[in-house]
């Protein structure tokens, strides 16, 4: 009784669709990773590049070479000093604190600074300071007949360790940095502890079929969406405003001067990234949790244990590789975010490192947008070498994520 | 039967939400015995076997209606703590399960955080005296502090069952203990099981009809009516249960005519 089913195979068909399939997918991966090569290109060709730089007295005049300038002997330092510096000048420099005492960097340092004066007339980018060498040597000439060219590398030690100047050739980006590690330091301690017990508690303990309960995970889902920028004006209300006693470190007394800015420290701009990052690491801490396999459970309570026995030496354990991974993530889009520390009140200039969470403070993030927002071109080569730099501490990041993950993987085959 | 039963169901109802997933189960489980539990798919073995130490507890929307008595106690009833239950009535899971941890932390971590207040060298002989009784001491006693996971399957749930005795239970329930495993397994599994029964009551659930026969001493048949609700159909002793069912639906299950 029963049909035979007629088949029309048409395989060919079938077949092609799966090409098409093949191809588009590819043509998705394709495009993003273009679209990535695009972008790390655009950085590294302003990262580098050859520069036209003029000086109002020329190294070599002077015998000295920039490359190993603190190296120079300290005599012949002082000496330059001595005979360029105008008289006035050098009276308020001694006045501040002797010549003499100063170290071999400071004096090379005032040495650039007061009696070179590099500066950069303009700059060139990787690809066409490559190709074009002649070309670029000889416009040089022509346009700036006293100038000098040279290449530059603008991401350089220097570069990574010199706080921030408005002469190009000396900005640095070490209080950016040191800032960004504050705010991420702060965010973690913040985010961490507070995302993993209110994930705890929605996963492990939440009756998820009370409306209540519902409510705050759809709350947490949504607020994981709000743009950053209106947790800035929240952390502005709260942290820098409402609470301005407690972030401004006056509540705790003795706090250094001219470190403070009232609730505009790190602490407030850490504590708005903690809330920010907060719905993603309780998100993604709930996923963590909710991959560890019920068995998991079962065994333990089936030994008489209590929940938060089952909790703290078997659910947690097994979840924290992911709440790790998770949270990292989350902190590497802290260390990215801009308009929140906008709005909250990072510095946008300052040369003095964060020491404590009630400085004043900047970060890398706000540091590039400052610079490309000025109107000299040599700037847009400081925030791309900016760029790498935060490039780069991002990967680091998420490098430490992906060896925890392994780590927890080789773990549990041994 | 004169001795009073290890533990006894009166009347037990469980419902998942609305679904009343099984219906009226009266049953008595006599100290010391290897009882099966048998029945189709869906006929509310393990949900049966999971009310007796309150695991069910542990699904948000479940609900139970009646009593089990153990030690002349209804365990549901208020003033009952469930933790201190299944630490008396332990448990063994169809899939193996053991901790993400050393074997010796497998078995000395339920005695540990029951309160267990001794040396070092007391807790190694509870760990010992559990692996020998489950007859995974001569394999293991050389890694003891290598990871559980690595171990096969069957040494795995032995490792369970291992775990289980530690804390020094009355009743072991065992959800399908051998079905993930290979027969040589299987048949370790239920040699053990006989071994154990000179100190425990041990109550298991099984798909395998041939293992019910081969070590239970009693045997409960379960089947579902139209709404898939399950209920106790026969309960003897097993010999009588395979050779003399009383109820022809008994009959037709063991016959191998339906189910």
Redesign the interface.
């Known amino acids: 009784m029963s049909v035979r089913p007629r088949f029309d195979p048409n395989r060919a068909a079938r077949h092609r669709r799966a090409r098409i399939g093949m191809v588009v997918f590819q043509l998705a991966t394709l495009v993003g990773i273009v679209v990535l090569m695009a972008l790390l290109y655009n950085i590294i060709n302003n990262a580098f590049g050859l520069a036209a730089i003029e000086y109002r007295i020329y190294p070599a005049t002077l015998g000295l070479d920039l490359e190993t300038l603190p190296q120079t002997p300290r005599e012949r330092l002082l000496e330059i000093l001595e005979t360029h510096l105008s008289p006035g000048l050098r009276r308020s420099l001694e006045r501040t604190r002797p010549l003499t005492q100063r170290s071999n960097e400071e004096l090379a340092a005032l040495v650039l600074e007061r009696v070179l004066q590099p500066k950069v007339l303009d700059t060139w980018p990787l690809v066409p300071s490559l190709l074009h060498t002649q070309d670029i040597v000889a416009e040089v000439h022509a346009r700036f007949p006293q100038a000098e060219v040279r290449w530059v590398r603008w991401l350089n030690t220097r570069f990574l360790t010199r706080p921030q100047s408005s002469a190009p050739l000396r900005a640095g980006v070490r209080t950016a940095i040191l800032g960004s590690l504050w705010l991420v330091v702060i965010t973690a301690a913040t985010a961490l502890p507070l995302g993993v017990a209110a994930a705890i508690y929605l996963e492990e303990y939440a009756r998820k079929d009370r409306w209540y309960n519902r409510l705050i995970q759809v709350n947490i889902n949504n607020l994981a969406g709000v743009p950053s920028i209106i947790y800035g004006i929240l952390g502005l209300a709260i942290f820098v405003r409402a609470l301005e006693p407690l972030t401004s470190g006056a509540v705790f007394g003795a706090v250094a001067e001219g470190v403070t800015a009232n609730g505009r420290t790190v602490l407030s701009g850490g504590l708005t990234l903690g809330l920010l990052v907060l719905p993603i690491v309780i998100i993604n801490a709930q996923e963590a949790l909710r991959a560890v396999p019920n068995s998991l459970r079962e065994a333990a309570y089936a030994l008489g244990a209590t929940k938060w026995q089952v909790v703290w030496h078997h659910v947690l354990p097994e979840a924290l590789p992911g709440i790790m991974t998770g949270t990292i993530l989350a902190l590497s889009r802290a260390l990215g975010e801009t308009a929140p520390l906008v709005v909250v009140g990072a510095s946008t200039f300052i040369t003095f490192d964060p020491v404590h969470p009630f400085s004043k403070f900047t970060a890398l993030p706000i540091q590039i947008y400052q610079w490309t927002a000025r109107p000299q071109p040599v700037f847009r080569n400081l925030a791309a070498a900016a760029s790498l730099t935060l490039l780069l501490l991002l990967f680091l990041s998420n490098g430490i994520a992906v060896y925890i993950r392994h780590r927890a993987r080789q773990r549990r085959l041994v | 039967m004169t001795e009073t039963p290890a533990v006894e169901l009166r009347n037990l109802n469980v419902y998942y939400g609305s679904f009343q997933a099984v219906r009226d189960v009266t049953l008595a489980f006599p100290k010391h015995k290897v009882t099966a539990i048998i029945g189709p798919s869906g006929c509310g073995k393990s949900t049966v076997l999971r009310s007796i ?1 309150r ?1 069910n507890d ?1 699904i ?2 479940a609900r139970i209606e009646g009593e089990v008595i153990f030690e002349g106690k209804n365990i549901y009833d208020p003033d009952v703590d469930p ?2 239950v ?3 009535i ?2 063994v ?1 169809q ?1 193996p ?4 941890k050393s074997i010796y932390e497998n078995v000395a ?2 005695v540990r ?2 309160g267990f207040r001794g040396t070092k060298s007391q807790l190694d002989d509870i760990v010992e005296e559990a692996l020998r009784a489950a007859a995974l001491w001569d394999e293991v006693k050389d890694k003891l502090h ?2 559980a ?2 171990l096969s399957g069957g040494q795995q749930q032995r490792l ?1 069952i291992a ?2 005795i530690a ?1 020094k239970p009355d009743i072991i329930l065992m959800d399908e203990p051998a079905s993930a495993l290979d027969p040589i397994a299987t048949l370790r599994i239920e040699d053990l099981m006989r071994d154990l029964v000179q100190n425990y009551t041990i109550i298991v659930v099984t798909h395998n009809m041939q293992q019910a026969a081969r070590v239970s001493d009693y045997t409960a048949f379960f089947s579902t009516d139209e709404s898939r609700t399950g209920f106790l159909v026969e309960f003897g002793p097993t010999a009588q249960i395979f050779t003399n069912p009383k109820d022809p639906r008994t009959e037709a299950y063991i016959t191998g005519r339906f189910g």
Request: hydrophobic share 40%.
């Open positions: 130490n695991m542990l948000p929307n933790v201190e299944r630490r008396r332990g448990m899971f899939k399960n053991p901790f993400p971590w339920g955080i029951n290598q990871n996971l690595a369970c775990r289980a804390v």
